[in-house]
């Protein structure tokens, strides 16, 4: 597979198993499937080589002659373009205040929160089923769905969502500082500090086609709002 950035060899995979060496007689057929994950945008290139060996049949036996080597290789060339677009803002909560007896024995520190919100639009031709989403949180934060998947106890999961093409979905979560959390804090501090935002994390996204194929699509680090001094 020829790729916009780079060429990768494939594996050929077969649901029976199959001795290739063995003749495939006038009229039979030989089936395999490829499994690529398509990664990138833009123009993709199948090459097919096949090399066989073409036989000759000795009249009244089972016995081949007259081998000769053939070959040939045949070019599938298409388009892979984006499923989903998503969109992402992101806004503070008023901040939690917790007992910090690094700061004395009344000492109170401060936990931030926010509300990270990703509109989710189906740019394809076709509908999709969204089977989950999810926010990887950066320490020492930790995040919360408030989607589809957050059912109240006892109750059975509710029904995934369908995007039809052009259809927007918003989701959202909480993340919130966690309390003791070590990991991360100075990063946060530093970043707050001197740039005014920081890093939440990163949104993973999958969903099936119409024919059971699936998809996945990871964002880049999700940031907050620049804060103004």
């Known amino acids: ?24 007689g006038p009229g039979c057929s030989l089936q395999k499937i490829i499994r690529f994950e398509l990664k990138e945008e833009g123009n993709h290139v199948l090459a097919v080589n096949v090399s066989y060996m073409e036989t000759t049949q000795v009249e009244g036996g089972s016995q081949a002659t ?23 803002k992101a806004t503070e909560f008023p901040p939690v205040e917790v007992d910090d007896k690094t700061f004395g024995p009344y000492g109170k520190s401060k936990l931030l929160r926010y509300i990270l919100e990703a509109q989710l639009e189906n740019v ?18 930790k995040s919360t769905s408030l ?40 990063r946060l501090k530093q970043d707050l500090k001197l740039q005014g935002r920081t890093v939440l994390g990163t949104l993973a996204i999958e969903w099936r086609g119409a024919m059971g194929d699936r998809g996945f699509l990871s964002t880049g680090n999700l940031m907050t709002r620049k804060k103004i001094s």
């Open 147 to 186: 989607n589809w998947d957050l059912v109240p106890e006892g109750n059975t999961e509710r029904e995934r969502p369908t995007l039809n093409p052009r259809s927007v979905l918003q989701v959202a979560f909480l993340v919130e500082q966690e309390h003791g959390v070590n990991e991360g804090l100075e």
């Open 66 to 88: 007259g081998g000769r080597l053939r070959s040939f290789r045949k070019l599938y060339q298409f388009i892979a373009q984006p499923c989903l677009s998503v969109r992402t």
């Open 124 to 141: 394809g031709d076709a509908a999709i089923v969204l089977e989950h989403t999810s926010l990887d949180a950066t320490k020492p934060f």
């Open 1 to 24: 597979m020829q790729t916009p950035s780079q060429t990768v060899p494939l594996e050929l995979y077969s649901s029976i198993r199959e001795d290739e060496r063995q003749p495939l």
